[in-house]
């Protein structure tokens, strides 16, 4: 197998954000490998931090148990290419907890790594403490 060059795996990459900001199952299902690995935030709220298999297993328990909780944009503004088959992308997330309506902005790190021709892994590094904060009623 050919590894993919960090500029193909911005191609795949870019795709994934629109379609997470639309809900958009059918185009991730195709973006991810079906062994896809996410790695989430240790600190987020189960069921989501930690490690989750298989591109279902990460929408449902990853990013869709996100969306849950919190209206939330990921927005990227910096792609750093780190060599073959990875692509490191700096951003912020901006949003607000569903149940609170408390607005969040939160700096991200996500290291997308290829396998054969769609992406096999992120690695997502957030601060936690400022999703939590927006979960929690003021008193």
Not at 50 to 53: K, L, P, Q, R
């Given at each position: 197998m050919d590894m993919m060059s960090s500029?193909?795996?911005r191609g795949l990459a870019e795709r994934v954000y629109?379609?997470?900001a639309a809900g958009d199952r059918d185009?991730?299902?195709t973006l991810l490998s079906p062994d896809f690995q996410g790695h989430f935030s240790p600190g987020l709220p189960a069921p989501i931090g930690?490690?989750?298999?298989g591109p279902q297993e990460c929408i449902e328990r990853g990013w869709w148990a996100i969306g849950a909780r919190w209206a939330v944009r990921a927005e990227p503004e910096r792609w750093v290419p780190c060599g073959d088959a990875e692509l490191l992308v700096l951003g912020t997330y901006r949003?607000?907890?569903r149940a609170t309506g408390k607005a969040f902005e939160a700096p991200f790190a996500h290291l997308w790594t290829a396998r054969g021709d769609r992406l096999g892994e992120l690695r997502q590094f957030t601060d936690t403490a400022l999703w939590v904060a927006a979960l929690e009623e003021t008193p």
């Open positions: 500029n193909a795996v629109p379609a997470l185009t991730l299902t930690g490690t989750h298999v949003g607000r907890g």
